[in-house]
């Protein structure tokens, strides 16, 4: 039976943030498009790609902090194994 993980603070901070990030990100480019009269310009390419780079930034770290998260949960599991095993062992 696999177990379920509850999520950790740093983790709800960056679902948080990453929401904010695309919101707020989203406007603003939609908001700038609008004032350079729907033309697409070289600063307007700039700012769109430096932030579909932070957004791929917060999912890779997203990503990283889970993997690492059942990293350690596994270790967890095999140390407690550990344990008991030794303590079986020395018991006899």
Same mark, same amino acid.
């Given at each position: ?12 901070? @960056? %679902?948080? #943030?990453? &929401?904010?990030? +695309? ?5 603003? =480019?939609?908001?700038?498009?609008? /004032? $350079?009269?729907?033309?697409?310009t070289w600063g307007f390419l700039q700012?769109?790609?430096?932030? @579909? %780079?932070? #957004?791929? &930034?917060?999912? +890779?770290?997203?990503i990283g902090e889970d =993997?690492?998260?059942?990293?350690? /949960? $596994? ?18």
């Amino acid at each position: 039976m696999e177990k379920k993980r509850r999520t950790s603070i740093f983790e709800k901070l @960056l %679902l948080v #943030v990453g &929401f904010l990030v +695309l919101i707020i990100g989203y406007f603003f =480019i939609n908001r700038v498009f609008v /004032l $350079e009269g729907y033309k697409v310009t070289w600063g307007f390419l700039q700012t769109v790609f430096l932030w @579909l %780079l932070m #957004v791929i &930034f917060i999912i +890779l770290l997203a990503i990283g902090e889970d =993997i690492k998260e059942g990293i350690l /949960l $596994e270790q967890l599991d095999e140390i407690r194994q550990l344990k008991e095993a030794f303590l079986k062992r020395k018991n006899r």
